[in-house]
């Protein structure tokens, strides 16, 4: 990764997300750019001014070699930062959310949601309860990856999955996949999934899981509960309408997901 890209809004969810996005731009040498979209009735002088202090306490925090720089910008939230995101063609965008459930899960961390679906970066949903100091941890380093095991036409979305489950000390990679209990698995799917596994390997620790199940979030749910305590990462590939994993599960799980989400999209920027 080279550039990471966080938004911020002041909030205390967007505030844990950026610490997230400094430590991977730490990690990874890459360069950390904050930008927030002003808005309507807000003070520019002022998100200037905490601009500038969010900076200084990175740095402070995170060491002066830190690659950081921040700006703001006017307009629609979404269409602003599609355009910044056209200009600083990130790596990777690292993004807050409450993690709510039920009706909330509708309002809150709706811009996130939003995101997934109009741009192809990967992107990095952090829970506001998330924690980095969670992945240095050896009891939270299972991955989840959900996939559909169709075939990946974009591989290079792995590479930033790959590179972050680097950063979990002694990483456990399990490629998920949800199916009814009287399906065989293609031909075509088992070579993906071999796939799969093989570009972890052998760097990671890799394992192939089965849920049996009708329902796609359920299945993935059902067995997140069940790891809940060793999980510290989930992944899941957005694709277009025609695919089992289609970008409005991920968008589902986006909304109210209490562990970091790693979105990565199939087609190519």
Known sequence: MKIILAPVDFSDASMNAVSFAAELSKRSSA???IVNIIQKGEDENEVKLRLKSLESELKKTFGTNLHCESFHAHGNLITTLKKIIAVQQPDLIVMGTK???GLKKILIGSNT???ISNTRVPVLVIPEVARFNSFLMKGKNRIILATDLDFL???DA????KEIALFIVEPKLRVLSVRPKDARLAASKR???DFLMSFFDPEIE????????KSVL???NFYLERKNEDTGLLAMIARESGHLIQKHYTREMASHTHLPLLVLHDTKM
Do not use: C, M, Q, Y
Request: hydrophobic residues 45%.
């Open 153 to 155: 036409e974009n591989e």
């Open 113 to 115: 949601v939003k995101l």
């Open 206 to 213: 890799t394992e192939r899981v089965t849920v049996f199940g």
């Open 31 to 33: 360069r950390l750019v």
């Open 158 to 161: 792995l590479v930033v999955l």
């Open 99 to 101: 993690g709510a459930s």
């Open 218 to 220: 359920g299945g993935i």
């Open 191 to 193: 070579k993906e999934r």
